[in-house]
């Protein structure tokens, strides 16, 4: 895994390597097999890719909270690691919020990979209790899947080189400093002709820039339903597609091109617990809204339930539904703050820390 990086992974064009940017989905004892990158304490060697952040996946071994720190060891079955937050790094919210998992609970962590006195650990940068009982299998065929692509060779070009160093030919930075430095900026500095030639190895996929315009526009337009055939026909957008199919392909779009570019676009925004299917028979969706469709829905959720209910079994049962399954925890908050500021819930803490709501009967 560990193998001598070559010439193409000078630290100047590793912005130009997509996986660069990704953060892989690996097994715990894929962690302790990597060794440093090129020297630099920060990056770690994943089959020859400088890699900063990790995914994980496994049960809660141990759990330690103290005046500093939360902490849990997890274990994927491959080999246990322990993760840790710092408390100085959350506010009081998020600090009940990321106490409450318990022992062998199902969880799924991005981290930052770090040694500490010789022992190798990650740094939470988000943590999420999973429900799904296939979670595992899925996760698992994920890494397979993602360390294949890790293994192939990213070869750069020369001119592609040359580019960059013309770029940063008038820049004042180290290094360090080139190898952070936004690769949007690379891109926009080049001319078509050269856009051409690194765009189609670029992270800068024409499914996210679409998706980035269909959302300004459903924002722009304040529209909170809609049918995916009349945001496709939308001329703005459509016309964006066609722009994004020719500049890739060097051709004529054809229809199914573009539907397929906007399906993969739908689709994200399902997956990032941006939009729902609404009405499948009409191909409508709705953005999803802490308070017009997801407050009502943990509202008549609790209203069902005679007894208090805590945050993670809330995100349980929204994780059971069609509609909110991928909803965003930032978003799932601001519904249940809705909700209690407009005394429909009431909120309280438990003796372990959790954080329970439970629906406010009206008075007659």
């Known amino acids: 895994m560990a193998e001598k ?14 996986k660069f940017w990704a953060t892989p989905s690996v097994f715990i004892k894929d962690i302790y097999l990597m060794e440093s990158y090129n020297s630099i304490t920060e990056y770690y060697n994943y089959y020859n890719n400088p890699v900063l952040k990790v995914k994980i996946l496994g049960v809660i071994t141990a759990k330690d909270i103290n005046s500093k720190i939360i902490s849990y060891t997890v274990d994927d079955g491959s080999e246990r690691i322990e993760c840790i937050m710092f ?16 022992l062998f609970d199902t969880i799924s962590i991005k981290g930052k990979i770090y040694d500490f006195k010789k022992q190798r650990k990650l740094n939470i940068i988000s943590i999420k209790k999973e429900y799904d009982r296939n979670v595992e299998a899925f996760f698992w065929l994920e890494v397979i899947k993602q360390r294949k692509e890790y293994q192939k060779e990213y070869n750069i070009t020369e001119e592609s080189k040359k580019d960059v160093k013309e770029f940063y030919s008038n820049k004042r930075l180290n290094a360090k400093q080139k190898s952070f430095y936004n690769y949007n900026e690379i891109f926009k500095k080049l001319d078509n002709s050269k856009r051409q030639k690194i765009g189609n190895n670029s992270i800068i996929k024409d499914e996210n820039i679409l998706k980035c315009n269909v959302m300004k526009y459903l924002s722009d337009n304040k529209l909170y339903s ?7 026909k939308e001329n703005e957008l459509r016309n964006k597609a066609i722009e994004l199919l020719e500049e890739k392909e060097n051709n004529s779009a054809s229809e199914n091109q573009i539907s397929l570019l906007f399906q993969k676009v739908f689709y994200q925004l399902v997956k990032e617990g941006v939009i729902f299917q609404l009405d499948s028979y009409h191909d409508t969706y709705a953005l999803i809204h802490y308070k017009y469709n997801l407050g009502e829905a943990i509202f008549g959720i609790l209203k ?18 069609t509609a909110f399954k991928y909803a965003p925890e930032k978003v799932v908050k601001k519904a249940l703050n809705y909700l209690v500021t407009n005394q429909k819930l009431s909120k309280n803490t438990n003796k372990d820390g959790e954080t329970l709501y439970k629906f406010i009967k009206q008075s007659d």
Request: glycine share 2%.
């Open 5 to 18: 990086p070559n010439t193409n992974n000078n630290i100047l064009y590793w912005g130009l390597n997509p």
């Open 226 to 232: 809609f049918q995916f055939s009349k945001i496709m």
């Open 304 to 321: 069902n339930k005679n007894e208090c209910v805590s945050y993670q079994d809330i995100l349980k049962l929204l994780s059971n539904t």
């Open 87 to 102: 408390k100085k790094d959350l506010n009081e919210n998020e600090i009940s919020d990321k106490s409450q998992f318990q």
